[in-house]
């Protein structure tokens, strides 16, 4: 089954200890985000990632950082978690854009819930 | 403010009836998409409209795409109790590689 997967699905953390949530996709897909979900904000790009070892920021990487050595993983790394950091992380997949810019909807993993206290 | 954001903010409808939600934008756009989301879980991809187009369809989903006054609409028809989510609309940026999404509306679907 084609999907993006994401782990943990529910993390609680104390200030300042290091975590890294997983997420791995099984389509061959190139480009792979991160977003968070906080309620009244709506999603909000944290990275992206158009291919191996290539990353960029998106709207708001501050605290965060990812890396891409492989096409399938694209884990989330919180080197030392903060109370403004709790909220839902969301792994999404999508194939390269196409010709004209990006074409393909997104797949998204099940969601990580990260409590930081 | 966000680049796409949705109105109404929540819907509640009767089963059978039809859904319009809304979206606007402010910059230039390669394509606008639709997501549904179940409380709390991934989004899920419903349908994606892109800028030279004016309607797309899609089972019960109808969307429309109006670039002039950067909006776009979700229609769904003949709505099921099983329709109940939140729906969001992203829009890909001209010339970036970024995707960014609205903050959603609430749809209550009652049996």
């Known amino acids: 089954e084609a999907q993006v997967t994401q782990n943990p699905r529910y993390l609680i953390t104390v200030t300042g200890k290091k975590l890294t949530v997983t997420c791995s996709q099984n389509?061959?897909?190139?480009?792979m985000s991160w977003y968070r979900q906080d309620p009244g904000l709506g999603l909000r790009q944290i990275y992206y990632s158009m291919n191996v070892e290539v990353t960029d920021k998106g709207d708001v990487p501050e605290g965060y950082k990812v890396s891409r050595k492989e096409k399938r993983n694209f884990p989330l790394i919180l080197e030392s978690p903060s109370p403004n950091q709790t909220s839902l992380y969301f792994c999404a997949s999508s194939p390269l854009r196409g010709v004209g810019g990006a074409n393909y909807g997104y797949t998204f993993g099940s969601g990580t819930r990260l409590t930081v206290v | 403010s966000q680049q796409g954001e949705e109105d109404p903010q929540a819907l509640s409808i009767q089963e059978g009836e039809n859904a319009t939600m809304n979206c606007s934008y402010k910059?230039?756009?390669?394509?606008l998409q639709w997501y549904r989301q179940n409380s709390g879980r991934g989004l899920v991809h419903l349908i994606l409209?892109?800028?030279?187009?004016r309607e797309k369809h899609s089972g019960r989903l109808r969307v429309t795409l109006d670039t002039s006054k950067k909006s776009s609409s979700l229609l769904i028809t003949a709505s099921r109790a099983a329709d109940t989510a939140s729906y969001f609309c992203?829009?890909?940026?001209?010339?970036?590689?970024?995707?960014?999404f609205g903050t959603g509306t609430r749809l209550q679907v009652f049996p």
């Open positions: 409209i892109r800028s030279n187009e």
């Open positions: 389509m061959n897909h190139e480009y």
């Open positions: 992203a829009t890909w940026l001209t010339d970036t590689d970024k995707l960014i």
């Open positions: 910059t230039s756009i390669n394509n």
